[in-house]
């Protein structure tokens, strides 16, 4: 199956700080890129649908202003999560799919904000 | 919007006996329905999936049932071994491309 590939996996940070997490499709070109918020036990909760090029369109309950989105290009999404706090520790996974395609997701990343 | 329930929430079978988990979903524009299988710390691995105009899927040991009518789909394990461990979801979706809506998970446990 295609790649999607997520960087950092692991990331520590301090409270009041941001973290950028990019996920990248290395040999596919993503119509829409999905980020997942799961917490431990639980199951995998759709924060944002990012489309390149435009704005990406958010869940209910997610603040946009926090949890910021840019998708620059067809093979590249960021989730930057700004003025973290110990309660946005979490993993969180993209995924990238086309319109013929299952989705592919990336290995996640593990937030701990401390 | 969509809300998709899944049970159970745990499942311990002995090894090589079957293990069945269900879902029900609530939009009926629902058209496609995959099933992952997660470790823990790892991503989603897709196992299986079936669209709306297919009643069942079987890939070896594994096969998925759908009742539209219903709105319900369910996932078996045969043969079940120790390496099936894992939590497993299932999701539905309108299509391809389109954003997937998850069960809470189903944490099955293999007995050797």
């Known amino acids: 199956g295609a790649v999607v590939s997520q960087h950092p996996s692991r990331v520590i940070c301090k409270s009041g700080t941001s973290v950028k997490i990019e996920c990248r499709s290395l040999?596919?070109?993503?119509?829409?890129m999905f980020w997942y918020r799961q917490f431990p036990k639980q199951s995998l909760m759709l924060m944002a649908t990012?489309?390149?090029?435009?704005?990406?369109?958010?869940e209910q309950g997610v603040e946009k202003d926090k949890f910021l989105i840019n998708h620059a290009s067809l093979t590249l999404s960021t989730l930057t999560v700004t003025s973290a706090h110990p309660e946005d520790s979490s993993f969180y996974i993209c995924s990238a799919q086309t319109v013929n395609t299952e989705a592919f997701f990336g290995q996640g990343t593990r937030l701990t904000v401390v | 919007g969509e809300n998709v329930e899944q049970h159970p929430s745990t499942l311990s079978v002995q090894e090589g006996d079957s293990a069945v988990i269900k879902c029900t979903y609530s939009d009926s524009a629902s058209n496609y329905f995959p099933w992952y299988k997660q470790e823990l710390g790892k991503r989603p691995q897709l196992i299986i999936d079936?669209?709306?105009?297919?009643g069942e899927k079987k890939d070896q040991r594994i096969a998925v049932t759908l009742n539209k009518t219903a709105k319900h789909f369910s996932l078996h394990i045969t043969e079940t071994q120790p390496e099936d461990s894992a939590v497993y979801f299932c999701?539905?979706?309108?299509?391809?491309?389109?954003?997937?809506?998850f069960g809470a998970g189903t944490i099955l446990r293999v007995k050797s």
């Open positions: 999701a539905a979706s309108m299509e391809y491309g389109n954003k997937l809506v």
């Open positions: 990012s489309n390149e090029g435009s704005k990406a369109t958010y």
């Open positions: 079936i669209r709306s105009n297919v």
């Open positions: 040999d596919f070109q993503a119509t829409t």
